[in-house]
């Protein structure tokens, strides 16, 4: 069965500090593809980034890095210098050649001024 | 804007009433797929469809169904509404089969059963 993991409900900063939100995966299928999406106070879900399970290579966007580790099935997401307008909620989610997206229970990150 | 349509926006009903919620894919987009985000079972997969087909199905009520029409507007149905189904339904949708890409989510339906 596939599943992911976001341990961490809720985080709160200050703006300036950098912040990490975990995410652990369990999958036996060894092409999956990962993504994460954020869904700000708006509502709507914006994607950020996807990784397939051959690219283990990190990625960096501007503030916000992503690092994949197959070793430890975790797919975590760093934003730099965090701003107010980084706080929503934060999805890791999975997805096989299946067809569907299987979402970790969310991180609600809150970044205060 | 992810050029997913959404309709309504927001909507309020009794229990036991039906519903339809309505899905216009991104321009060129075939595959639809519908979400349902609660606060107790968070983001959970309803149901797929390709190009008016399904394609794939997910933790879907039956009192529940859906639809691709030919020009790949979808609706979900929703009937005996009950307290528990009040949620936050997404629909998304990409140009492939199968979701190895982004999916684009519109901005959601906003279901309040009362």
């Known amino acids: 069965a596939q599943k992911v993991t976001q341990a961490q409900t809720e985080i709160s900063v200050v703006e300036k500090e950098d912040v990490t939100l975990d995410c652990v995966y369990e999958?036996?299928?060894?092409?999956?593809?990962l993504f994460w999406y954020k869904q700000p106070p708006s509502g709507e879900l914006v994607f950020l980034i996807r990784?397939?399970?051959?690219?283990?290579q990190n990625e960096i966007s501007g503030r916000y890095s992503w690092n994949f580790q197959k070793s430890t099935s975790s797919f975590n997401f760093t934003i730099t210098a965090s701003q107010v307008v980084d706080s929503a909620v934060y999805f890791c989610?999975?997805?096989?050649?299946?067809?569907?997206?299987?979402f970790g229970q969310g991180t609600e990150l809150s970044v205060k001024p | 804007d992810s050029g997913v349509t959404q309709t309504p926006k927001h909507l309020i009903t009794a229990t036991g009433q039906r519903v339809t919620l309505r899905c216009s894919p991104r321009?060129?987009?075939?595959?639809v797929y519908w979400y349902q985000q609660s606060l107790d079972q968070g983001l959970q997969f309803l149901i797929q469809?390709?190009?008016?087909?399904?394609?794939a199905k997910g933790n879907i009520l039956e009192r529940f169904s859906a639809q691709q029409f030919p020009d790949l507007h979808s609706e979900l149905n929703l009937s005996s509404l009950e307290l528990g189904d009040s949620a936050l339904y997404f629909c998304?949708?990409?140009?492939?089969?199968?979701?190895?890409?982004?999916?684009?989510f519109g901005e959601g339906s906003r279901l309040t059963v009362l």
């Open positions: 989610a999975l997805s096989n050649q299946g067809g569907k997206l299987i």
């Open positions: 990784r397939n399970s051959f690219d283990e």
């Open positions: 999958t036996r299928d060894t092409t999956y593809y």
């Open positions: 321009s060129g987009d075939l595959s």
């Open positions: 998304a949708s990409s140009v492939d089969r199968v979701s190895t890409g982004e999916l684009f």
């Open positions: 469809y390709y190009n008016g087909e399904e394609r």
